[in-house]
T-cell receptor
Framework: AQKITQTQPGMFVQEKEAVTLDCTYD???????LFWYKQPSSGEMIFLIY??????QNATEGRYSLNFQKARKSANLVISASQLGDSAMYFC??????????????FGTGTRLKVLA | KAGVTQTPRYLIKTRGQQVTLSCSPI?????VSWYQQTPGQGLQFLFE???????NKGNFPGRFSGRQFSNSRSEMNVSTLELGDSALYLC????????????FGSGTQLSVL
């Protein structure tokens, strides 16, 4: 069954340093999409970055990059130059096709990141 | 462009009651999906609506239902509330096409006493 696993329930990072949040996934579909979302204390989920299963290069969006290792089924998020405002919950998600030909998302359990001044 | 709007922001109910939550998607978005978020289970998919039709459904009991109106606004209803229904309910909208990101609202925090 399709599944997303985030093994780090919580992490600390010093301001201005880089941090990697782990995500592994399990799917038998050759075509899928991987997403990272940030959820600050306000509750709203904010899109960060997207990687398609056929994309040859790792996705980057500003200070965010996705370390995509397809053979290992991992899609780790790297945040460079951490800022205090990066303190939040981070979710990895995968878009999967359903038997009805449509799609839905599954989410990991999240990693709570705390950036220290 | 206005974002996804969910109302109410907070709700307190007692067991056995029913509740209706509302979601207004971004203008032009035809897909609305609902998620239940709890500390123990993370985000669990409830259902997705596209052009007034339920396109997908998660593994929730029949007490959870939803609908979408012609203007793409969506409501979800939970009947006969249980303590375990206490959660943050998130609504997300998108155009409804493949490989696109979801836009989320701030959620409705439901507490069942």
């Amino acid at each position: 069954a399709q599944k997303i696993t985030q093994t780090q329930p919580g992490m600390f990072v010093q301001e201005k340093e880089a941090v990697t949040l782990d995500c592994t996934y399990d799917t038998s579909d050759p075509s899928y999409g991987l997403f990272w979302y940030k959820q600050p204390s306000s509750g709203e989920m904010i899109f960060l970055i997207y990687q398609g299963s056929y994309d040859q290069q790792n996705a980057t969006e500003g200070r965010y990059s996705l370390n995509f290792q397809k053979a290992r089924k991992s899609a780790n998020l790297v945040i460079s130059a951490s800022q205090l405002g990066d303190s939040a919950m981070y979710f990895c998600a995968m878009r999967q096709f359903t038997t009805s030909g449509t799609y839905k998302y599954i989410f990991g359990t999240g990693t709570r990141l705390k950036v220290l001044a | 462009k206005a974002g996804v709007t969910q109302t109410p922001r907070y709700l307190i109910k007692t067991r056995g009651q029913q509740v209706t939550l509302s979601c207004s998607p971004i203008s032009g978005h035809r897909s609305v999906s609902w998620y239940q978020q709890t500390p123990g289970q993370g985000l669990q998919f409830l259902f997705e609506y596209f052009s007034e039709t339920q396109r997908n459904k998660g593994n929730f009991p029949g007490r959870f239902s939803g609908r979408q109106f012609s203007n793409s606004r969506s409501e979800m209803n939970v009947s006969t509330l249980e303590l375990g229904d206490s959660a943050l309910y998130l609504c997300a909208s998108s155009l409804g096409q493949y490989n696109e990101k979801l836009f989320f609202g701030s959620g409705t925090q439901l507490s069942v006493l």
